[in-house]
């Protein structure tokens, strides 16, 4: 069965689109393609992420990313050259805009309307990932970890899955576990912080550090560093997720407090993500030799390499080396939970969620 699978993450970078072949336990990608957000449509993302805003926005904002996210799919068969008449279902993540995963009143909002989708293309589409296994008991993430147990476990290497997208998580991947050894969580942030600094440092002329060249520049403040890493949140133990709620304007206007200069700022809040990931790990994966890393955040050669000096020992390199493109692995993802909710069979792992049992998730449109 041929399933598309879209993402669009909380680094608000644009839209992803997988097409995957799934036959039985067998799972080869036929094609990938991603286009970004136009600015406009970016910033009324942001403005019902960051801010109180009416339920007006988040309205209109729900249909128009789902004609976004069906005009995504139908211009990625045209570059892939995969034909919409052989895609037969389409699982959607639908953009983030909040999501409160600890506490007594867990909640979680994606929006992108499903009905649009499945009306412009004539194809089915599961939507609402995460809603199911908050209703379980569990924090409604990490979901990708089902299929990085997959994708990507080893019977004979202790492994670790990383994801570098807005927020950076991990699943720990014992060599020859069971899905219920899988332990996986959000480390902290990955690429949201840093993005958000150098659009103030460019007048939103950038959104992302290219290549790692300007935290290159800056000098990471240690004092800052140390402070920022003494979050209890590092030190709790897992099943933990975190957001822009964490670190979005509340967050980047602490650092600019520091009067410190933005370069420096990017800089410090570069090795704040390398740290936070390492330390992720160390404390509960120290057994790992492998890291497998896909996200934006792998192109951030000063990033990836602070990662792999605070690992000595450990292997990092990208999903490249393991057959998966890095920059298509979550909407690869979201096609195989979409399949298996296609087919009544659960999507969730209760070890990295929290969830009391496994659930079939999300909603069939």
């Given at each position: 069965?041929?399933?598309?699978?879209?993402?669009?993450?909380?680094?608000?970078?644009?839209?992803?689109?997988?097409?995957?072949?799934?036959?039985?336990?067998?799972?080869?990608?036929?094609?990938?393609?991603?286009?970004?957000?136009?600015?406009a449509v970016r910033q009324r993302i942001l403005d019902v992420s960051n801010t109180?805003?009416?339920?007006?926005?988040?309205?209109?904002?729900?249909?128009?990313?789902?004609?976004?996210?069906?005009?995504?799919?139908?211009?990625?068969?045209?570059?892939?050259?995969?034909?919409?008449?052989?895609?037969?279902?389409?699982?959607?993540?639908?953009?983030?805009?909040?999501?409160?995963?600890?506490?007594?009143?867990?909640?979680?909002?994606?929006?992108?309307?499903?009905?649009?989708?499945?009306?412009?293309?004539?194809?089915?589409?599961?939507?609402?990932?995460?809603?199911?296994?908050?209703?379980?008991?569990?924090?409604?993430?990490?979901?990708?970890?089902?299929?990085?147990?997959?994708?990507?476990?080893?019977?004979?290497?202790?492994?670790?899955?990383?994801?570098?997208?807005?927020?950076?998580?991990?699943?720990?991947?014992?060599?020859?576990?069971?899905?219920?050894?899988?332990?996986?969580?959000?480390?902290?942030?990955?690429?949201?912080?840093?993005?958000?600094l150098v659009e103030r440092l460019t007048g939103g002329k950038q959104h992302f550090?290219?290549?790692?060249?300007?935290?290159?520049?800056?000098?990471?403040?240690?004092?800052?560093?140390?402070?920022?890493?003494?979050?209890?949140?590092?030190?709790?133990?897992?099943?933990?997720?975190?957001?822009?709620?964490?670190?979005?304007?509340?967050?980047?206007?602490?650092?600019?407090a520091t009067g410190q200069a933005l370069e420096n700022l990017i800089a410090t809040?570069?090795?704040?993500?390398?740290?936070?990931?390492?330390?992720?790990?160390?404390?509960?994966?120290?057994?790992?030799?492998?890291?497998?890393?896909?996200?934006?955040?792998?192109?951030?050669?000063?990033?990836?390499?602070?990662?792999?000096?605070?690992?000595?020992?450990?292997?990092?390199?990208?999903?490249?080396?393991?057959?998966?493109?890095?920059?298509?692995?979550?909407?690869?993802?979201?096609?195989?939970?979409?399949?298996?909710?296609?087919?009544?069979?659960?999507?969730?792992?209760?070890?990295?969620?929290?969830?009391?049992?496994?659930?079939?998730?999300?909603?069939?449109?």
């Amino acid at each position: 069965m041929r399933v598309a699978g879209i993402m669009s993450g909380t680094s608000l970078d644009g839209i992803d689109v997988a097409f995957v072949d799934v036959t039985g336990k067998r799972v080869q990608t036929a094609g990938h393609a991603s286009f970004p957000y136009p600015a406009a449509v970016r910033q009324r993302i942001l403005d019902v992420s960051n801010t109180a805003c009416s339920t007006a926005q988040i309205s209109r904002l729900n249909f128009e990313l789902g004609e976004l996210y069906a005009t995504a799919v139908a211009r990625a068969c045209t570059k892939t050259g995969v034909p919409l008449s052989t895609v037969k279902l389409i699982g959607c993540h639908g953009q983030t805009v909040y999501h409160e995963g600890a506490g007594a009143a867990k909640n979680t909002l994606q929006i992108g309307e499903a009905a649009v989708i499945a009306e412009r293309l004539g194809i089915p589409v599961v939507s609402n990932f995460r809603t199911r296994d908050i209703a379980a008991g569990g924090q409604g993430a990490p979901l990708v970890p089902f299929v990085d147990y997959l994708l990507l476990g080893s019977a004979k290497t202790d492994r670790v899955a990383l994801n570098i997208g807005g927020i950076a998580n991990i699943t720990i991947l014992p060599k020859g576990g069971r899905p219920e050894h899988v332990i996986a969580f959000d480390t902290g942030p990955g690429n949201m912080v840093i993005d958000q600094l150098v659009e103030r440092l460019t007048g939103g002329k950038q959104h992302f550090d290219r290549g790692g060249s300007i935290a290159a520049r800056g000098k990471v403040d240690k004092a800052l560093l140390d402070a920022l890493l003494k979050d209890r949140y590092f030190r709790t133990k897992p099943p933990k997720t975190a957001g822009r709620e964490q670190y979005g304007a509340e967050f980047i206007a602490r650092l600019l407090a520091t009067g410190q200069a933005l370069e420096n700022l990017i800089a410090t809040a570069t090795a704040f993500t390398a740290a936070t990931i390492a330390t992720g790990i160390q404390r509960f994966a120290p057994a790992t030799r492998e890291v497998a890393a896909a996200g934006g955040g792998v192109h951030n050669h000063q990033l990836m390499a602070q990662l792999a000096a605070f690992l000595p020992g450990v292997q990092v390199a990208t999903t490249a080396a393991y057959g998966i493109d890095p920059d298509a692995k979550e909407a690869i993802a979201f096609a195989i939970l979409a399949h298996r909710t296609w087919r009544r069979e659960p999507g969730n792992l209760p070890s990295a969620t929290g969830a009391k049992r496994s659930v079939v998730l999300g909603t069939v449109t």
